[in-house]
């Protein structure tokens, strides 16, 4: 979880070997559409959700037992992402991959995301951070 561009996210990553070559990367993206609709708002989430379904059964389908799976999400999307009724959709293919990077993220999402992976998996986590805006993820 960090507040960084997704290029630098990404490049973190294969530094401390959470990304490996070889790695299937999923990205689930926001399309840009006029935010101040409601319609549009309604379709972009209805969009996050559907990449969200997508990338669930690419999963479930892979034939190589040994495939490992890394989903880059970035901060606008994880808005519908964290969505009441989309959030536990989002862990399910969070929990299915190997790595999960969430880039250009607030401090509250970083909180929100830290808590939806301990509730929503009874597991224990852990939360680093090097900041005043890490204090609610920690």
Known sequence: LTGD?????????YACSLLRQGMKQISISFTNVEES??????????????QITNASQMIKIEKDPHAAFALIIDGKTLT???KDDVK?????????????ICCRVSPKQKAL??????????????????GANDVGMI
């Open 88 to 100: 536990y959709q989002f862990l399910a293919l969070a929990v299915d991959c190997a790595s999960v």
């Open 37 to 50: 609709s409601q319609d549009s708002e309604s379709a972009a989430k209805e969009n996050i959700v559907m």
């Open 80 to 82: 519908y992402a964290l």
């Open 5 to 13: 561009k997704m290029e630098t996210a990404i490049n973190i990553g």
């Open 113 to 130: 995301v830290t808590r939806l992976a301990k509730e929503g998996t009874g597991k224990t986590t852990l939360a680093i951070g090097d």
